[in-house]
């Protein structure tokens, strides 16, 4: 099983402020099958990127993903009052797995 | 519009059973994988399995091996999980998600979300 672990687990910003949440996997992600999630709270999550630097349908452009291997980073280029939130990494190149989550907060 | 509605959910008694539905509509049920994704209370994601579109490659997290079965009924537009032997550790809100891409031979991720169902394992 391939383990992903997210970093910092807590990011406190304001808004404007630029955000970079990394995600390191374990071993090698087949053909960096790596897909981000938004959280919010009492919310289901929703899709923001997909293979690993891909912007899922209606996602504004200030989301962006980067990485291959085993390092990955999804970066929002200027935080708005709507992007705080929990964010989760997830591999599917193989029996898929999830980070545990980078909670973005307002400092 | 994707619509995914989750059923079932309750609270039940450790070693007990218990069924999940999930209602498609939307879109072309059987065209896509479909996977369970739980999330504990106060806890991360958990991919707990998932069913290629034509059932023929079905997979299971280690944690629910064994003890959960999932299925589909694409005349139906739903996703089942029969869940035995339930445990505490099982108590999360389950949700219904369907693959981002169509007629893979397995699957590859969540695209749309259902909003969930919680099940409650305790005695």
């Known amino acids: 099983e391939i383990v992903l672990t997210q970093s910092p687990g807590t990011l406190s910003l304001s808004p404007g402020e630029r955000a970079a949440l990394s995600c390191r996997a374990s071993q090698s992600v087949t053909r960096d099958y790596l897909a981000w999630y938004q959280q919010k709270p009492g919310q289901a999550p929703r899709l923001l990127i997909y293979g690993s630097a891909s912007r899922a349908t209606g996602i504004p452009d200030r989301f962006s993903g980067s990485g291959s291997g085993t390092d990955f980073t999804l970066t929002i280029s200027r935080l708005e009052p709507e992007d705080f939130a929990v964010y989760y990494c997830q591999q599917y190149g193989s029996s898929p797995t999830f980070g545990q989550g980078t909670k973005v907060e307002i400092k | 519009e994707v619509q995914l509605v989750e059923s079932g959910g309750d609270l039940v008694q450790p070693g007990r059973s218990l069924r999940l539905s999930c209602a498609a509509s939307g879109f072309t049920f059987d065209e896509y994988a479909m996977h369970w994704v739980r999330q504990a209370p106060g806890k991360g994601l958990e991919w707990v399995s998932g069913?290629?579109?034509?059932?023929?490659?079905?997979g299971y997290a280690d944690s629910v091996k064994g003890r959960f079965t999932i299925s589909r009924d694409n005349a139906k537009n739903s996703l089942y999980l029969q869940m035995n032997s339930l445990r505490p550790e099982d108590t999360a809100i389950y949700y219904c998600?369907?693959?981002?891409?169509?007629?893979?031979?397995?699957?590859?991720?969540?695209?749309?979300w259902g909003q969930g169902t919680l099940v409650t394992v305790s005695s």
């Open positions: 998600a369907k693959d981002f891409i169509s007629y893979t031979s397995g699957w590859y991720f969540p695209g749309d």
């Open positions: 069913i290629s579109w034509n059932s023929g490659t079905i």
